[in-house]
């Protein structure tokens, strides 16, 4: 069942990194000085703080992902706009509400409308997305569903994207799925104070599943 009232994997908070779990989750300076900060002044709105907390229980790992994390969230070729909104679209149809939630304020601080984020739920063919931003989300749909970019997708993006963008928008997509597969996994909780989807959108994003959840 999606959203347990508890973690499977209880996450350490900022006093219990050790030296050993700084420097792997380091590997993503943004993320972790944000954490950190928000919890040195008094841990209000420490958004992050229990993914950063669950992959602190496996340093090795953590260091690996977050180097990778790193890249496609901030060093990408890609615009932080473009970056979102296949994020979100993704969170979406892995029914990842941590996930979702968080980058719903990334996606607003990035120049989407709150008109958008609706229609991200709804995907590549709700009436008002432009011709780039409706490809972007098809190709998060055939991606999700497919394992790939379907060859008419493909070509009309890359006659807007170059090949490096083009890269970047897989490895995009591929890292949120699998933090979105690791956060429903582990049943990583908001943090305190961080609220959760309303719940007529909560029904939305579960009742659009197409497989039971175990």
Same mark, same amino acid.
């Given at each position: $069942? ?6 499977? &994997?209880?996450? =350490? ?43 602190? %229980? ?8 977050? *180097?990778?994390?790193?890249? !496609? ?8 706009? #473009? ?26 601080? @990035? ?8 229609? &991200? ?23 999700? @569903? ?5 060859? /008419? /997708?493909?070509?009309?993006? *890359?006659?807007?994207?170059? /090949?490096?963008?083009? $890269?970047?928008? #897989?490895?995009?997509?591929? %890292?949120?799925? !699998?933090?979105? $597969? @690791? ?13 959760? =989807?309303?719940?007529? /959108? ?7 599943? *197409?497989?039971?959840?175990?």
């Amino acid at each position: $069942m999606q959203n347990e009232p508890e973690p499977r &994997i209880t996450p =350490l908070l900022p006093p219990e990194w050790d030296e050993v779990a700084l420097d792997a989750l380091g590997a993503f300076p943004r993320s972790l000085d944000f954490v950190l900060s928000r919890w040195k002044d008094g841990g209000v709105d420490v958004r992050g703080m229990h993914v950063l907390g669950t992959m602190a %229980c496996h340093p090795p790992l953590a260091k690996a992902f977050m *180097t990778f994390n790193a890249h !496609v969230a901030g060093a990408s070729t890609l615009s932080v706009r #473009v970056r979102e909104l296949v994020i979100l679209r993704i969170s979406w149809l892995r029914k990842s509400e941590y996930e979702f939630v968080q980058h719903v304020i990334l996606g607003l601080r @990035a120049g989407l409308t709150e008109d958008e984020m609706k229609r &991200i739920q709804l995907g590549p063919d709700a009436p008002g997305w432009d011709a780039v931003d409706a490809d972007l989300l098809r190709a998060t749909d055939e991606l999700h @569903a497919h394992a790939r970019i379907g060859q /008419t /997708t493909w070509k009309r993006l *890359t006659g807007r994207f170059d /090949t490096p963008q083009m $890269m970047d928008l #897989v490895f995009l997509i591929g %890292c949120y799925e !699998v933090l979105a $597969m @690791a956060i429903n996994s582990f049943a990583t909780q908001l943090e305190p104070g961080t609220a959760p =989807l309303d719940a007529a /959108t909560r029904a939305r994003m579960f009742e659009s599943r *197409t497989n039971k959840t175990p």
